[in-house]
């Protein structure tokens, strides 16, 4: 059983900062990428950030320069600081990762978080 467990999300005000973290668990080998996606009411989940490993990042255009991604591997754990919120960051955040479950099976499975809400008030 493979877990991820989201925090950190909540009610701000346009202009300000919050940090989601999000802690995977379970039997898992190893992590290769991880990634935070949203999903704003009425609208499709889309790639926010993503980790593929290697120090390789990318984020979709509406978050560059606000927002960073980070992983901590002896954590298993991934962070997403967001700063510079506007309103139209509002939305649930799922924290997604591809892993390997075992070290004598090659396939990459991925699995997703319960996710966070966060709201950004004008």
């Known amino acids: 059983q493979v877990q991820l467990v989201e925090s950190g999300g909540g009610l701000v005000q346009a202009g300000g900062s919050l940090r989601l973290s999000c802690v995977v668990s379970g039997s898992i080998f190893s992590i290769s990428a991880m990634g935070w996606y949203r999903q704003a009411p009425g609208k499709q989940r889309e790639l926010v950030a993503a980790?593929?490993?290697?120090?390789?990042?990318n984020y979709a255009d509406s978050v560059k320069g606000r927002f960073t991604i980070s992983r901590d591997n002896a954590k298993n754990t991934v962070y997403l600081q967001m700063n510079s919120l506007k309103p139209e960051d509002t939305a649930v955040y799922y924290c997604?990762?591809?892993?390997?479950?075992?070290?004598?099976?090659?396939?990459?499975?991925?699995?997703w978080g319960q996710g966070t809400q966060v709201t950004v008030s004008s």
């Open positions: 997604n990762i591809a892993a390997r479950r075992q070290r004598t099976d090659w396939r990459i499975s991925t699995y």
């Open positions: 980790d593929t490993g290697g120090g390789i990042t």
